[in-house]
């Protein structure tokens, strides 16, 4: 990998973005919001081998793959019948290098190369000839004990992580981490979308089981509503400082307290039409802000995921297969009830995520630039990317400025690209902030702080870490 990587072109520009990454390319990582397994630091067990770590849990991979006419089974992922897939690790790596070219200038191939330099000392590129070799580099990593979640954790310089669970999770693997007195601090986050979304399978019993875990009565309103207090409360207890929802729309409402307890009787019913599902969702953002008031948990809204686009990679593999698409999100109109009750609020945070840009300019950097209680997620998923990044300041800094921004979270699934994503994003960063420079709209010594702010202080104030 070139040390200039994703650096601009322009000579004078890049001398300026590569002292101000000197500055912060070592700084502890923050990452408050993603998807590692708490078992992985609570357990400390070695990983198991090459592509059941880097290849069948990563959709990034899967989707372009499948994309090009690679059979999912071909790559190792379980079915939901049970019927046969590749169950040799090699035999799936090898499929892997054998199409690496296909991710040519994606995120993807910087994030690996990256993973498999940083974290493993690889410095061939993946192809049919050198796969093997790259495997048994790799397969021999991982057996040794410098390897282990725990000591990457510690190697990442990771200062805090943040996992996602749903109310209805036991928290045990927390508990073992917390009990463990290992120094890591790896929190959770509350995600209530199972417990909140009347178009998840299985709301009713999952209602019933809110109830089983808190002892309060879920088939009322106002019981569901101490149940999710409570789960919060508890969550809090396992270092949480964030909710995570991730509804299909921003859609927000704010209903008089007996419309919403009449909405909730009927989709706890289970008979309720798609508009009352939706209305209801939006009432449980507002619910959710006015408990956050209450106990200070930060919260996060990233909606505009078509869900499992593709009926029959559902059918037959289930979610998370990279199938999901982004779709046009409205916030403007879909915010406002939400924010006429919170927006004003100084000690309440709401964190915005988009996977719409049309959206960046139009609507969340002027309404970030305004309500002190908005602030804009990063570049997230699929613009997860150097340009997507880069796009993301271009579209956002001069209206909403840096400060309504809360700096990067990697919000990923594959532990060992954690580094690879941050150092992305800083470089991203810090080329952005070296053309600013030299177009004299902004001072070097301004810039550093920028930097810093981006990297590192920015995600830890917003996520009150
Ligand atoms: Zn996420």
């Not at 009322?220 to 789960?231: E, H, N, V």
């Not at 919060?232 to 704010?254: I, K, V």
């Not at 798609?274 to 809204?301: H, K, N, Y």
């Not at 009830?337 to 995520?353: A, H, K, Q, W, Y």
Request: aromatic content about 10%; some cysteine; overall charge negative.
């Amino acid at each position: 990998m070139h040390d200039d990587r994703l650096f601009p072109a322009d000579p004078t520009e890049r001398s300026i973005a590569r002292r101000l990454y000197g500055e912060i390319r070592d700084l502890p990582i923050v990452s408050p919001h993603g998807h590692t397994d708490p078992a992985w630091f609570a357990y400390d067990e070695p990983f198991p081998d090459p592509a059941r770590l880097l290849v069948i849990p990563d959709h990034y991979l899967l989707r372009m793959l499948y994309s090009q006419g690679i059979a999912m089974e071909r790559l190792g992922v379980p079915r939901l019948d049970g019927a046969p897939v590749e169950t040799d690790p090699r035999a799936i790596w090898r499929l892997v290098a054998e199409h690496w070219y296909l991710f040519r200038a994606t995120p993807t191939r910087l994030w690996w190369e990256h993973s498999l330099e940083y974290v493993f000392g690889v410095t061939d590129r993946l192809t049919p000839v050198t796969a093997d070799a790259i495997y048994d580099r790799i397969a021999g990593c991982l057996a040794r004990p410098e390897f282990r979640p725990r000591a990457l954790f510690e190697r990442f310089r990771i200062e805090a992580l943040a996992t996602t669970e749903s109310p209805l999770d036991p928290l045990d693997h927390h508990e073992a981490l917390k009990a463990s007195g290992w120094p890591g601090r790896v929190i959770t986050t509350f995600r209530p979308d199972p417990v909140l979304d009347p178009d998840t399978p299985g709301f009713r019993a999952n209602l019933d089981r809110l109830g089983e875990m808190t002892g309060e009565d879920t088939a009322t309103w106002t019981g569901y509503l101490a149940a999710l207090a409570r789960r919060r409360r508890d969550f809090m207890g396992l270092g949480a400082t964030a909710t995570d929802h991730g509804h299909p729309s921003a859609m927000t409402a704010d209903l008089e307290p007996a419309d919403a307890a009449r909405l909730f009787d009927t989709v706890a019913s289970g008979t309720f039409t798609p508009a009352e599902a939706e209305i209801f969702r939006g009432q449980m953002l507002t619910e959710m802000a006015r408990m956050s008031m209450d106990d200070g948990l930060v919260m996060q809204i990233h909606p505009g995921s078509h869900r499992g686009h593709n009926g029959l990679i559902q059918r037959t593999f289930g979610p998370n297969m990279g199938d999901d698409i982004p779709g046009r999100t409205d916030y403007v109109g879909a915010l406002q009830p939400l924010l006429n009750r919170f927006g004003n609020e100084r000690d309440f945070t709401l964190i915005v995520f988009t996977l719409d840009e049309t959206t960046y300019g139009r609507e969340l950097a002027p309404l970030a630039g305004h309500y002190p209680a908005l602030r804009l997620g990063p570049a997230w998923w699929f613009f997860d990317s150097p340009d997507g990044m880069r796009r993301y300041r271009e579209m956002t800094t001069e209206t909403a400025g840096f400060c309504n921004t809360v700096g990067f979270n990697d919000d990923t699934r594959a532990f060992p690209s954690i580094p690879a994503r941050h150092d992305v994003a800083r470089r991203v960063d810090c080329a952005y902030l070296g053309r600013l420079v030299a177009e004299h709209r902004l001072d070097e010594d301004e810039a550093r702080e920028v930097a810093h702010d981006l990297a590192y202080r920015l995600a830890k104030e917003a996520y009150r870490l």
